[in-house]
């Protein structure tokens, strides 16, 4: 999973697209954007959905939206296809820098244009137990 959010307390203003599409003007603490593997983790607690890991997608979930006559920001995860490229572009208000944070793992840059992320073609194998099942770990974590 990765996050995008202003690296201070400031609300982060984002142009999103996915391929050419335009989709909105987003202003909040930041975005999400998680493959099913990530689904469970931060994007769960952000409200984002589990999605099945058989599913081969991406979820675009906003970090706590504010909705203004500038900036109109869906409330909800969008969920678009693995071929999809999204496309976030920073607008720079209070500060010229903005925090991606990949697994967990920060990194701060300064005057990025824009940011594209994609399923990659290259795939992690899991190893797993002979009795794991996706949706019974999931009931068992979560309910």
């Not at 697209?17 to 983790?41: M, Q, Y």
């Not at 137990?129 to 068992?140: A, G, I, K, L, Q």
């Amino acid at each position: 999973e990765i996050v995008i959010r202003g690296s201070h307390s400031y609300s982060i203003h984002l142009n999103i697209s996915i391929g050419d599409s335009f989709i909105e003007r987003f202003s909040g603490d930041g975005i999400l954007v998680a493959t099913p593997s990530g689904s469970t983790a931060y994007n769960y607690a952000a409200r984002g959905s589990i999605i099945d890991p058989s599913i081969n997608v991406m979820q675009i979930t906003p970090l706590a939206p504010i909705n203004t006559n500038a900036y109109r920001s869906f409330t909800s995860s969008i969920i678009c296809s693995k071929d999809s490229i999204v496309k976030i572009a920073p607008e720079y208000r209070f500060e010229d820098s903005i925090l991606i944070v990949v697994d967990g793992v920060e990194y701060q840059f300064k005057q990025i244009v824009d940011i594209s992320t994609f399923v990659s073609d290259l795939k992690v194998k899991l190893l797993r137990m002979s009795n794991y099942e996706f949706w019974s770990r999931v009931t068992e974590k979560f309910l």
